[in-house]
Structure formats: C-alpha cells, structure tokens
C-alpha cells in the first residue's frame, strides 16, 4: 500500500517513537512510505522511509502525494488529512496516540477533531472506552511496543553499589508537561531521599531539552540528583540497565513507553496509574501501582529499597511480562487493521 503519514515533529518521546517504529518497519514491509512534515519539523529518531518537507511552517492538502490511506495522529493533522482525502489523495484512518481533549490547550478543537473519520486506530483500552463514550467510536487497538536495543545487560549489582532510582523528566516549559505530575514525582524522590539517604537518584531527560530549559538547568545545578542525558538508544538501554527502581508519576498516558521499556532491562517499576498503563502492569505482581490521590509513591519506592526479595521478583516477572510487546508485533497488527478497514471502505 501507498501510505502518507504527517507528523509535526520526531523529537525524542513515546508518541514520536511509535510513529517512526511504524513508518520504518511498513516501509521494510514493502509498503510505499512517506512521513509529511512541516519546514520546521525535528527528527530525532533515524528513518528508513522518504521524509518529504514541506516548504510551509503549515501543512496543506497540497503537500500531500497521492496514495491508498493517509495516516493522521495529532488533532491538528487531522483537518488536513480529511481535506487531502477528499481530493483522492488517500484513506483517512487516524492513529490517536493521546487523547488531547482532556489535558491539552484548545481541547475544543481537539475534541471536535473526533467527529471527522471513523476509520481510528487507539493504543489501550482505556483510551477507546474514553474515545467510545465522548463520540461513539470505537477504535482499533494496536499497541506499543520495546525496541530490541532494550534488555536486561544485568549491570545492577555488580560490585555491591549503592540502590539506584530513576525517573525522566521533561522540559516543563511549553505547556506539555502536566499530566506528568513532576512536581510530585521530586517531591517523592526527595521524601525517598530523605528516608533512605543511602540511595542514588538519577534523573534521565533528553539532551536537547535539557540544553533548551532554564527549569531543567536549574533543577540539576543544585546537586540534589544526578542527571543522564542519553543521545540514542543503546544509551537509554544502559541508564535503565544501570537503575534497581524505576518511577513513573505521569497520570495520563495512552501507551506510557517509559514504563515498559525500563521493565524490559530488568527494573522494578514504582507507578502512579495512569490509564494506559494497565496493559502490562498489575500491582503486586508485576510492580507497584497507586492512584495519584493516594500519595503513595515514596512509600512504594521505599517499600522496595528495604525489600530486595519483592524488588527482585517484581523486575523479573515484569521483565517477563514486556516480551511480548515488540514493535514488529504492533507494525503487524498494525497493518492488519489497515487491510482490514481498506477494505471494508472498497466495499
């Protein structure tokens, strides 16, 4: 199939990634690819497929090459996919890799923006019962999944170190931060900190924004936490590799990639739930889970910092858990659906 993806940025981050997991491993499939971005889109994640730059800060109709489906995911892409696919230019099928509505500016256009294709595509059940109930449709899921670079190298331990916790966190400035609930997450790591004072903690953010945030710059000048900034994959692999617990505070997120990833290299997951999440994590068996209200994150972290045998078989049975989410999983089921709604539009 000929298909056309526009995507506004492939900075680091899970929405970004899955799309260019996607994009490339369609295109080694044999499919005609092309990623339509913006004159000042950023790609951080090395790509397979033609990337075709449009010569306006604004994608138009006009941009777009003539195929068999057009793939839209952020809202602000999706007026002009439905006007490309009027001109025969494509199918238009959406990806929703968030649900914006909910805890992004200009919701009113977001949300009004799933009123305009059936043909969607979601990544958990949390997102298409949210997405079932507000509009009537019920989305396809393809979910996430880990790159092979990610897996447990079994650094930790080695020499009797100290316990290492680590999170990410991201650039505060630009309004997109929220729903990671960061100001939490310090708060609890400071609280750990307190209680266990024998601990590392080491925060991972990507380098450039890092470079671009004041806040971030800030925050680690004052020497309370180790930062990492990893440029690339296998360093990402190292710093998870490197960490006993990993937290996650975010409250809202349809795949939360993070998570899963760092239960794939062999830490223990300390997580606030936040909807998405819950299709590879179960408290007590595979992590520790609680609900943002309860204000339990430093209790967890501790809980597994004072018990290796419960930190240990967390990280295992969540290690073991992750293996069968592959991104050639995801591109298969992925393409399926697409085959599938193809084909039922012809007839």
Same mark, same amino acid.
């Given at each position: 199939?000929r298909?056309?993806?526009?995507?506004?940025t492939?900075?680091?981050?899970?929405?970004?990634?899955?799309?260019?997991? =996607?994009a490339n491993?369609l295109?080694?499939?044999?499919?005609e690819?092309?990623v339509l971005m913006p004159s000042?889109?950023t790609?951080?994640?090395?790509?397979?497929?033609?990337?075709?730059? +449009?010569p306006s800060?604004?994608?138009?109709?006009?941009?777009?090459?003539y195929?068999?489906?057009?793939? +839209?995911n952020y809202y602000?892409?999706?007026p002009?996919?439905e006007?490309a696919s009027?001109?025969?230019?494509g199918?238009? @099928?959406?990806? !929703?890799?968030?649900y914006e509505?909910?805890f992004?500016?200009?919701n009113n256009?977001?949300?009004a923006?799933y009123?305009?294709?059936r043909?969607?595509? @979601?990544?958990?059940r949390w997102q298409?019962?949210?997405?079932r109930i507000?509009?009537?449709i019920k989305?396809?899921?393809v979910?996430?999944g880990v790159?092979?670079?990610?897996?447990n190298?079994?650094?930790r331990?080695r020499?009797?170190?100290k316990i290492?916790i680590s999170?990410?966190?991201?650039?505060?400035e630009?309004g997109f931060?929220g729903?990671?609930?960061?100001?939490y =997450? =310090?708060q609890e790591?400071?609280?750990v900190?307190?209680l266990?004072? #024998?601990?590392?903690?080491?925060i991972?953010?990507p380098?450039a924004?890092?470079a +671009?945030?004041?806040?971030l710059q800030k925050l680690?000048?004052?020497?309370?936490?180790?930062i990492?900034?990893p440029g690339?994959d296998?360093?990402?692999?190292?710093?998870?590799?490197?960490s006993?617990?990993?937290?996650s505070s975010?409250? *809202?997120?349809t795949g939360?990639?993070?998570?899963? #990833?760092?239960?794939r290299?062999?830490a223990a997951?300390?997580?606030?739930? +936040?909807?998405?999440?819950?299709? *590879?994590?179960v408290?007590?068996?595979?992590c520790?889970?609680? *609900?943002? *209200?309860?204000?339990?994150?430093a209790?967890?972290i501790?809980?597994?910092?004072?018990?290796?045998?419960l930190?240990q078989? =967390? !990280?295992a049975?969540g290690e073991?858990?992750?293996q069968?989410?592959t991104?050639?999983?995801s591109?298969?089921i992925f393409?399926s #659906?697409?085959? #599938?709604?193809v084909?039922?539009?012809g007839g």
């Open positions: 199939m298909l056309t993806f526009p995507i506004l492939l900075s680091r981050g899970g929405a970004q990634r899955m799309l260019a997991e =996607l491993r295109f080694e499939a044999g499919h690819v092309v000042y889109a790609v951080e994640y090395e790509m397979k497929c033609p990337i075709v730059i +449009s800060a604004v994608l138009t109709e006009h941009d777009f090459p195929g068999d489906v057009i793939i +839209s602000t892409t999706v002009v996919s006007r009027a001109q025969g230019k199918l238009h @099928v959406r990806l !929703a890799l968030c509505p909910t992004l500016p200009d256009q977001s949300f923006s009123n305009s294709t043909n969607l595509l @979601v990544l958990s298409q019962e949210i997405i507000n509009h009537g989305g396809r899921i979910p996430i790159n092979p670079d990610f897996s190298t079994h650094l331990g020499g009797g170190g290492v999170a990410i966190m991201r650039k505060p630009g931060s729903h990671r609930e960061q100001d =997450l =310090l790591l400071d609280t900190k307190q266990h004072p #024998e601990v590392d903690i080491y991972i953010t380098p924004e890092y +671009s945030s004041s806040y680690f000048g004052e020497g309370r936490y180790e990492r900034t690339n296998s360093e990402l692999s190292y710093h998870y590799n490197e006993d617990i990993f937290v975010s409250t *809202y997120d939360s990639l993070p998570g899963l #990833e760092a239960m290299c062999g997951l300390v997580t606030v739930y +936040s909807g998405g999440n819950l299709e *590879y994590c408290h007590g068996h595979n520790l889970m609680s *609900y943002r *209200y309860e204000n339990r994150l209790e967890d501790s809980a597994l910092v004072k018990d290796k045998e930190r078989r =967390l !990280a049975r073991l858990d992750s069968r989410f991104w050639e999983r591109m298969q393409q #659906e697409l085959f #599938e709604i084909s039922r539009q």
